[in-house]
């Protein structure tokens, strides 16, 4: 298993996605400890348990079929959630649950949120009320919808090498051509083409915000949200990320109504950092764009923003320090990673080696001052993920650079939406839109870059 979310197929019974493909076999013969229990009970209890770090219990209190069996132990249930938390942030709440009937199963659905991103895990029981899948799906709860403003237009597009073409969306204004257009590089892990985390949806505002003021953006899901259970441990952020900015880049190029001279790449969070190295393979592009990217090597932001949500109420509890004692084993072994070594994503901080080998030697900043085409660096000072520490490091390194254009904004979160002064995951749940501001001096960045080329 590797740092994304992927499928978990537990119970060798489900697919991401499509859902049950038939029954299990070797069912128990008694469920005496799921007797008298409703599956949405058991259900919220097994979530419950495994997010207060219970595995054991876990496994204990539960009926499971055969194949469950065989698939499942307290190691098993703990790299599991280690790997939620790597990928979503720390868990949350419940928000709800949802029931799903197919045959002779049925699946509890629970609606979880974690600090980055809001998923549904699906437990799954048979006729007896035994446990025969586990699964982490698309989150089913409520999200915003909104309609497509007037004087926009949107038009679906597939893009990209045969074995992982994309699903994305072109976002130009209705009157005009010749666009200048921007490509959009999500963060850390499986991202929609939205970005969507809990009510919000920071990419879909900023391609609208910017398609009325006449500029185009191509938006899209990532290989690993898409193809993320096809792709194994060994993929680096070169296939991750770069390679589609790459494909989306040369699609854009051959659009008759979009400025081939005037595409523009924006990187948020980790898209942010991983821009100069973007930078270097996409020299045709008109300039880069970065929002709330780091400069810091990924192992110590994730390190930071573990203690920064570990001490938000004063309190340091048995469960947090010992996951935080565990994160910083993890990270030690990070920084003696080399080929040679041995270690598995779970002992990696959740990450494979691979992908650690690849950002061994990164510097964002070094790449960055080679350069030349132009630059905007922005940055929300409510941001918490990516502090102003790390606005800081490119401020005080970029500072003789012409070329490179930094803002901060108050009280803006990591999604560029104002927050309401708590600097902590529950913001990411409050509806929201991208600051007017920041679409505005975006735009600004790209009109004033395009008349340039």
């Not at 942010?272 to 400069?295: F, H, N, R, V």
């Amino acid at each position: 298993m590797n740092l994304f979310k992927k499928s978990l197929i537990l119970g060798l019974c489900f697919i991401l996605g499509v859902g049950l493909l038939g029954g299990c076999s070797g069912t128990n013969a008694t469920a005496d400890k799921n007797l008298g229990k409703d599956p949405e009970t058991m259900a919220v209890a097994l979530v419950t348990d495994l997010s207060r770090g219970e595995y054991q219990k876990a496994i204990d209190n539960f009926d499971y079929t055969v194949e469950m069996k065989k698939a499942l132990n307290k190691a098993a249930y703990e790299e599991i959630w280690t790997q939620l938390q790597t990928q979503n942030g720390l868990f949350i709440k419940i928000n709800g649950t949802k029931i799903v009937e197919n045959g002779d199963y049925l699946s509890v659905r629970i609606q979880s949120a974690f600090e980055k991103s809001n998923i549904d895990l699906q437990v799954t029981f048979d006729g007896n009320n035994i446990i025969s899948g586990f699964h982490i799906l698309e989150y089913s709860g409520d999200t915003a919808s909104t309609v497509v403003p007037d004087n926009i237009k949107e038009e679906s597009i597939t893009f990209g090498e045969d074995a992982f073409l994309l699903s994305g969306t072109l976002t130009t204004p209705t009157q005009g051509e010749n666009f200048p257009c921007v490509i959009l590089v999500q963060g850390l892990g499986p991202q929609d083409r939205n970005e969507t985390l809990g009510p919000n949806a920071p990419f879909r505002d900023i391609a609208w915000g910017l398609a009325q003021q006449g500029i185009a953006s191509i938006r899209y899901d990532k290989r690993t949200k898409t193809y993320g259970d096809h792709m194994g441990e060994n993929f680096t952020p070169r296939e991750e990320t770069i390679d589609d900015v790459i494909h989306a880049l040369a699609y854009a190029q051959k659009m008759s109504q979009i400025n081939g001279n005037s595409l523009f790449i924006l990187g948020h969070g980790f898209g942010g950092y991983l821009m100069p190295k973007i930078a270097e393979q996409t020299p045709d592009a008109a300039g880069y764009i970065i929002l709330g990217g780091s400069t810091s090597p990924l192992e110590d932001l994730m390190i930071r923003q573990y203690d920064y949500l570990a001490s938000l109420d004063n309190t340091i509890t048995n469960d947090e320090a010992e996951f935080m004692s565990q994160a910083k084993t993890s990270w030690n072994e990070v920084k003696q990673l080399t080929p040679d070594s041995n270690e598995t994503s779970s002992q990696l901080m959740g990450i494979a080696k691979d992908y650690w080998l690849y950002l061994k030697d990164y510097n964002p900043i070094v790449i960055m001052k080679s350069v030349e085409k132009p630059v905007i660096i922005l940055q929300g000072e409510g941001d918490y993920e990516t502090d102003m520490t790390e606005f800081g490091h490119w401020k005080s390194a970029l500072a003789d650079k012409t070329n490179v254009t930094l803002k901060s904004y108050p009280g803006l979160n990591h999604l560029f939406i104002m927050g309401n002064g708590s600097k902590s995951p529950e913001e990411y749940e409050i509806p929201g839109k991208v600051s007017q501001e920041v679409i505005n001096d975006l735009a600004s960045f790209i009109q004033v870059n395009s008349n340039a080329v």
